[in-house]
């Protein structure tokens, strides 16, 4: 049971000295990392643990990519206690019944499950154990994500929030909507906020579409001779969906916002009033589309990443709270599939062991924002967005006991307030000013698609703790004088 001595409050200058039980199960660390004793904290700030609205798990059916298992460590790594899942899986999370045969079907209906909703509300018991990361779940808006007609709330309205007596005691119910990484076509569109607005679920928009192109459109993709993606394709779905927001009142969330137009028409309609939410994510505000010929197929993702002012743009969005919150768009591919052509290779990177670190380094350490304001966007929103409370950690401190200010999770009841998730306390212990080299060979994920890899970065997740236990540590073995 590690006690760490001198803590310091995410939001301000009061430290306490924090006892952590471990875990249940064994509990997750890096090598040569402290899992008990005293531990000197001078340095540390405690908040409430980090949530990521955007994350591709890839199970069931693209294992080799990323499971449950290893996607869970990777958040938990990253600091991370709440996830929410994006339903391109396979099947995908539309919650018609699997038919054998199909990519990823088997191993769904050999478990038991009727559907891929059905088999990740109930993975932890199928597969006998605790994945250290809290999750829900995103349906999707049309069947099958193919967007030809919408989905049948009659599949998946038993996996909501009070469906079915709780889907039979899951954790993990549907909390959104969404067709990521593709958008909701225009032939479902109204069809899904109507059973989005029926069901009280928030519709997760990826606010880009495009028929050719690999890249951003402009000096850069001529200059590399390959195929250009123009930003309008962003601001075309963001406009689309404001207009349907007006009409319906249906609240829409932009996802992974990367272009300067698509961000004033985000800033037009909250201070039109509209139920409106964006998020971006950190190779967004760190890259655009001048990395490219640096980091090649690893700086492929969609939307694209876009031109220096666009990138300008973003930290300017931030800056002025048109972003609600960051996301990773976490989206494991094999080495073997990224070392392909450019014109081949898939979307997506890896985030969630890079995330706090990059913004850290680029929104703090830049002077964009305060570090209060980056917990905020990475814990506090986020959490909320997903309809939990975040952990409030004055509330914890306020039952500090003793001349050492000690508060030990172990001892302490009724920590959580969220009715979903009532274990305890789910926090994260950060080092804001630790300097540390990126290395893809030691991620928990299976996945090493990055460009970030031998960035030197600032700020690292040293614990991790959920429902009050420590699930993953890379506390440094550097022991308190006289302990």
Request: charged share 25%; proline share 6%.
């Amino acid at each position: 049971m590690p006690t760490l001595h001198g803590v310091r409050l995410w939001d301000e200058d009061r430290t306490i000295d924090l006892r952590i039980p471990d875990a249940d199960g064994p509990c997750l660390h890096d090598e040569d990392a402290l899992t008990d004793g005293d531990i000197d904290a001078e340095g540390y700030i405690l908040a409430p643990g980090l949530a990521d609205p955007h994350v591709h798990f890839r199970d069931p059916g693209q294992t080799r990519k990323e499971s449950m298992i290893s996607g869970a460590r990777a958040a938990a790594s990253g600091g991370y206690t709440q996830a929410l899942v994006m339903p391109n899986t396979l099947p995908a999370l539309d919650g018609a019944p699997a038919r054998r045969g199909e990519t990823g079907a088997d191993e769904v209906l050999d478990a038991g499950a009727r559907d891929a909703i059905d088999y990740l509300q109930h993975y932890e018991t199928i597969h006998g154990l605790d994945l250290p990361v809290h999750y829900d779940l995103s349906v999707c808006a049309s069947a099958d994500r193919a967007g030809e007609r919408p989905s049948d709330p009659r599949d998946w309205s038993r996996y909501l929030v009070g469906g079915e007596a709780e889907h039979q005691g899951s954790r993990h119910p549907v909390t959104a909507m969404s067709d990521d990484g593709s958008a909701v076509s225009d032939t479902v569109l109204d069809a899904a906020l109507a059973h989005a607005r029926g069901a009280h679920l928030r519709l997760l928009e990826h606010c880009e579409h495009h028929e050719a192109g690999v890249m951003n459109e402009g000096s850069v993709n001529r200059k590399l001779g390959l195929p250009g993606i123009p930003a309008s394709t962003e601001l075309t779905i963001v406009e689309r969906d404001i207009d349907a927001a007006r009409r319906t009142g249906t609240p829409i969330h932009f996802q992974h916002v990367s272009t300067a137009k698509a961000f004033d028409a985000v800033r037009g309609a909250k201070r039109e009033g509209l139920p409106i939410t964006c998020e971006t994510a950190p190779h967004y505000l760190a890259l655009c589309d001048e990395d490219v010929a640096r980091y090649g197929t690893l700086a492929k993702m969609n939307p694209p990443l876009r031109s220096r002012g666009d990138r300008e743009a973003t930290l300017r969005a931030i800056a002025d709270g048109t972003v609600d919150m960051l996301a990773t768009d976490h989206a494991p591919h094999t080495t073997l599939e990224k070392q392909g052509t450019f014109l081949e290779a898939p979307n997506g990177i890896i985030g969630l062991e890079t995330a706090y670190a990059v913004c850290n380094s680029v929104l703090v350490d830049g002077g964009i924002i305060d570090e209060r304001r980056l917990i905020e966007l990475m814990a506090v929103a986020p959490t909320r967005f997903m309809g939990h409370a975040p952990t409030d950690v004055h509330a914890l401190a306020a039952q500090a006991h003793g001349p050492s200010r000690v508060v030990d999770l172990g001892g302490l009841s009724d920590l959580s307030v969220d009715a979903r998730n009532p274990q305890g306390a789910n926090l994260v212990v950060l080092c804001p000013g630790q300097r540390w080299t990126i290395d893809p060979e030691r991620f928990h994920s299976m996945a090493r698609n990055t460009p970030f890899g031998g960035w030197h970065v600032s700020g690292l997740p040293v614990a991790t703790i959920m429902d009050s236990r420590l699930v993953f540590s890379r506390i440094p073995r550097t022991r308190r004088q006289g302990a």
